[in-house]
C-alpha cells in the first residue's frame, strides 16, 4: 500500500458553466494560492453528505483515502482544466465518480482522465471517467487506454464501463 499517491486529472470538454461549477467547487486557501481549502471544498462538494469532520472512515468511504490535498493553477476558463491531488494509501475513486456526477449532471459531455502513482512515481494506474451517459461510456470503451500494474485498473475501469453500457 502507498503511502502517498499522486492523481492527475484532466477535466476535459468543459463549458464555461462547468468550469465555473468547478472552480466553485475548488476554492483556494488564499487568493491565488494554487491549493484548494478543503474543508470548504468537501462542503461544496458532498453538502449535507459531510459533517464538517474528517473522520477516517468517511474519508475512506466519500474520497477513497484518508486524506486529499487539490492544487491547480488557472481560473481563466478553458475547456480543460488540469489538477493534481495528493491522497494517502490509495486512488481517490470516489472523490472522481463525485466531483464527475456533479458535473455531469450540468453537461454530459464533460469527462476526467488521468493517471496516479505511488511514491516511486512510478505509473500504476489510468482512468477515464464519464458518469451518467451511455454515449461516453461507449466513447471510452472505444478508445480505452488505461495503464497499470497487471492490468488490474485496466479491468475495474472496464467492468464499471461495461456495466454502465448495460444498464
Same mark, same amino acid.
Given at each position: 500500500? %502507498?503511502?502517498?499517491? !499522486? !492523481?492527475?486529472?484532466?477535466?476535459?470538454?468543459?463549458?464555461?458553466?462547468?468550469?465555473?461549477?468547478?472552480?466553485?467547487?475548488?476554492?483556494? &486557501?488564499? &487568493? $491565488?494560492?494554487?491549493?484548494?481549502?478543503?474543508?470548504?471544498?468537501?462542503?461544496?462538494?458532498?453538502?449535507?453528505?459531510?459533517?464538517?469532520?474528517?473522520?477516517? /472512515?468517511?474519508?475512506?468511504?466519500?474520497? /477513497?483515502?484518508? $486524506?486529499?490535498?487539490?492544487?491547480?493553477? $488557472?481560473?481563466?476558463?478553458?475547456?480543460?482544466?488540469?489538477?493534481?491531488? &495528493?491522497?494517502?494509501?490509495?486512488?481517490?475513486?470516489?472523490?472522481?465518480?463525485?466531483?464527475?456526477?456533479?458535473?455531469?449532471?450540468?453537461?454530459?459531455?464533460?469527462?476526467?482522465?488521468? !493517471?496516479?502513482?505511488?511514491? !516511486?512515481?512510478?505509473?500504476?494506474?489510468?482512468?477515464?471517467?464519464?458518469?451518467?451517459?451511455?454515449?461516453?461510456?461507449?466513447?471510452?470503451?472505444?478508445?480505452?487506454?488505461?495503464?497499470? %500494474?497487471?492490468?488490474?485498473?485496466?479491468?475495474? %475501469?472496464?467492468?464499471?464501463?461495461?456495466?454502465?453500457?448495460?444498464?
Amino acid at each position: 500500500m %502507498a503511502n502517498v499517491m !499522486t !492523481t492527475r486529472v484532466q477535466f476535459k470538454n468543459l463549458n464555461e458553466q462547468t468550469f465555473g461549477k468547478l472552480i466553485d467547487l475548488l476554492p483556494f &486557501e488564499g &487568493e $491565488s494560492s494554487g491549493q484548494v481549502n478543503i474543508e470548504s471544498h468537501l462542503g461544496k462538494l458532498f453538502e449535507d453528505e459531510w459533517d464538517g469532520k474528517f473522520e477516517q /472512515g468517511w474519508m475512506l468511504d466519500n474520497i /477513497g483515502s484518508k $486524506s486529499i490535498k487539490i492544487e491547480y493553477y $488557472s481560473t481563466d476558463f478553458e475547456p480543460q482544466l488540469d489538477v493534481t491531488i &495528493e491522497t494517502a494509501w490509495s486512488f481517490p475513486e470516489q472523490w472522481c465518480e463525485k466531483v464527475a456526477e456533479v458535473l455531469t449532471q450540468i453537461d454530459s459531455s464533460v469527462v476526467l482522465v488521468g !493517471t496516479y502513482e505511488d511514491e !516511486t512515481l512510478k505509473e500504476i494506474g489510468g482512468y477515464k471517467n464519464a458518469v451518467n451517459t451511455i454515449k461516453g461510456a461507449k466513447k471510452i470503451l472505444k478508445g480505452l487506454l488505461i495503464g497499470g %500494474a497487471g492490468g488490474i485498473a485496466t479491468s475495474i %475501469a472496464y467492468n464499471k464501463i461495461r456495466n454502465s453500457i448495460q444498464k
